[in-house]
């Protein structure tokens, strides 16, 4: 049982280019989410999904792209990145909307030049 | 809209003293839950402690209790006998009963000194 991973660990990009993240559940989770995490201002939310198929805007849904084609997987895609992006992105999932505890990957360290 | 303030941004503790860090929140709410999360250097965020608004009873997990109080819209965590691995930098979180989404405050660095 991996829980939640995140691929790539580390990632170094040129301003421009594209590049997506993948997060995979293996807990049948319905619920995933990407955020990010700058210093001195917590996690933030990106996007979020309620299963399979769905997708919503989170606080800073801004240049990023997701997708949830299947129930345990949570893409994160960006079009052209900016330096602006460079930051530690994490993805979480949880079981459902009646529960509330969130369960997180290791975070994918994310340079864009 | 919820917020989560944390007004500390770094604290230092010595083993086995005890520490408690703060937080505070904003909403209109009244069935939500807490979180205390913990994120070492290794940087994986993990659950240290959870509190279910409609209960009165302070949660306690071990070394960790939280003082809720609920009117005051505060949520401090206390950390007893503190350990060197309690080193990292914890956040607080907020979530509504009824959503899906998780806001967090900005955080404290804790540092337990030897």
């Known amino acids: 049982n991996a829980g939640v991973t995140q691929t790539p660990k580390f990632r170094v990009l040129k301003t421009g280019q594209s590049m997506t993240l993948l997060c995979a559940q293996d807990?049948?989770?319905?619920?995933m989410y990407w955020y990010r995490q700058d210093p001195g201002m917590g996690l933030r939310l990106i996007h979020y999904?309620?299963?399979?198929?769905?997708?919503a805007k989170g606080e800073v849904p801004d240049g990023y792209n997701v997708s949830r084609l299947k129930k345990q997987n949570f893409l994160l895609g960006l079009e052209s990145a900016a330096p602006s992006q460079t930051s530690v992105y994490f993805c979480?999932?949880?079981?459902?909307?009646?529960?509330?505890?969130?369960?997180f990957g290791p975070g994918t360290r994310l340079t864009v030049l | 809209a919820q917020t989560v303030t944390q007004s500390q941004p770094e604290m230092s503790v010595q083993e086995a003293e005890t520490v408690t860090l703060s937080c505070t929140y904003d909403?209109?709410?009244?069935?939500?839950?807490l979180f205390w999360y913990k994120q070492p250097p290794s940087r994986q965020m993990i659950l240290v402690i959870r509190?279910?608004?409609?209960?009165?009873q302070n949660a306690t997990e071990n070394r960790f209790s939280v003082n809720f109080q609920k009117a005051a819209k505060s949520f401090s965590l206390k950390i007893s006998d503190s350990q060197l691995g309690d080193t990292a930098m914890y956040f607080c979180?907020?979530?509504?009963?009824?959503?899906?989404?998780?806001?967090f405050g900005e955080g404290t660095q804790l540092t337990v000194n030897p």
């Open positions: 979480a999932s949880k079981v459902s909307l009646g529960t509330d505890t969130q369960y």
């Open positions: 999904s309620v299963g399979e198929g769905t997708t």
């Open positions: 909403t209109s709410e009244n069935n939500y839950y």
């Open positions: 979180a907020f979530a509504r009963a009824s959503g899906s989404r998780l806001t």
């Open positions: 509190q279910e608004a409609y209960k009165q």
């Open positions: 807990m049948n989770h319905e619920y």
